[in-house]
């Protein structure tokens, strides 16, 4: 997965409705850039430099893996979408939308189409502001001075006045905090540890992961299954009872739900195909003895991939373990989830197909992705 940066954008408009212009330049950088953090107050400002009508100005902070030129391109196909046309004069005009980036991450940038940080910002009554609103603390990469302190120097004696109009963020949309707990689930290489990671990024969640590179045992199973097949899924179970009780029973009062890359079924699932008959019939009944009091995901959410994706996945990432596996146990895995779920009744269960999707690389497809869960 791409490393996350977290970028700050300004946005302007002075022509048609102006506070339209905003909220679509923000909506349509939530699906094509990254996920919208924190959304500036809306300022009224004078045109500067050019006679024109009044601007309507805010600064949002973005998490995005893009980086800085490609996010660049993106936020100037963005402009050209809401119909702007940029004239070939070096001046100051009215303009439906303006997108300005105005720091990436702590970065200094210079090449022949990005400077950044925006060489002008400080300057700017009109950036500073909504600047200030959401990022106060922000220390300035070249500068070496916070957002505050610049707005308490600034030269600028144009006036920013605060309007009482505020612009919504696309995030919230999602109504993933209606759930105290969301399991995510799915076959060896999946990607369901890189989903719940971007859902807990992204929606405010408590993340909890399975420890199993953690394992001892697991790299001994794939060399030799048989022999220690009993021994993995009896570590699995009592390492999962800890893990999600503990986890479980720790509220954290800053997140606003829990979300986990797998379900403490996934013992039975894996067990079932793994072990002996006398032996399952054994971890079957440990497994209920233990995990009778564990309160079940609010939603089960089951991602389904093809096996040749799966392998495509599983090589990608690269560890020695799982060079090992074949396309006939990633099958029964799947089988055995599958045949799980259709025995559920209590379960809030999605089967989502991904197959020939990239939630990971792709933004649409990511989008795509949390739309079919919160249906």
Not at 121 to 129: D, I, P, S, Y
Request: with cysteine; aromatic share 12%; proline share 3%.
């Amino acid at each position: 997965m791409k490393a996350l940066q977290t970028t700050h954008i300004a946005i302007g408009s002075n022509k048609g409705d102006k506070f339209k212009n905003l909220q679509n330049a923000i909506d349509a950088i939530f699906k094509t850039v990254g996920t919208i953090i924190s959304i500036g107050k809306v300022y009224k400002t004078e045109a500067l430099g050019f006679e024109g009508d009044s601007f309507l100005n805010t600064c949002i902070t973005v998490s995005t893996n893009l980086q800085a030129e490609v996010l660049l391109d993106h936020l100037l196909a963005i402009e050209k979408q809401l119909g702007r046309e940029r004239s070939k004069s070096n001046g100051y005009e009215s303009r439906i939308i303006d997108l300005d980036l105005i720091f990436y991450a702590e970065n200094h940038i210079q090449t022949e189409k990005l400077i950044v940080p925006h060489p002008e910002a400080h300057k700017r009554q009109f950036v500073l502001q909504p600047l200030n609103d959401i990022v106060p603390k922000f220390v300035h990469p070249k500068l070496n001075k916070t957002i505050s302190n610049l707005l308490e120097e600034c030269e600028d004696q144009s006036i920013a006045e605060s309007l009482n109009i505020w612009l919504k963020n696309p995030t919230k949309s999602y109504p993933f905090s209606k759930y105290n707990h969301i399991a995510i689930e799915g076959n060896i290489g999946a990607g369901k540890t890189s989903l719940a990671n971007k859902i807990a990024q992204d929606f405010n969640a408590k993340l909890i992961l399975e420890r199993f590179a953690e394992n001892p045992f697991l790299s001994k199973f794939y060399e030799n299954p048989e022999q220690h097949a009993f021994t993995l899924e009896m570590s699995f179970l009592v390492d999962r009872y800890q893990q999600i009780s503990d986890d479980l029973a720790q509220l954290d009062l800053f997140k606003d739900f829990i979300v986990s890359d797998y379900d403490i079924f996934k013992s039975l699932v894996f067990s079932r195909i793994t072990l002996n008959p006398d032996e399952f019939k054994l971890y079957r009944k440990l497994f209920f003895v233990m995990y009778k009091d564990i309160v079940s995901p609010d939603l089960y959410v089951y991602l389904y991939q093809n096996t040749e994706q799966l392998q495509a996945n599983i090589k990608k990432r690269g560890r020695d373990y799982e060079a090992r596996i074949e396309n006939e146990y990633l099958e029964k895995i799947n089988t055995g989830y599958l045949n799980f779920l259709k025995s559920q009744t209590t379960l809030n269960i999605k089967i989502i197909d991904i197959s020939n999707r990239d939630f990971v690389n792709r933004r649409e497809d990511y989008l795509w992705l949390i739309e079919e869960i919160c249906r």
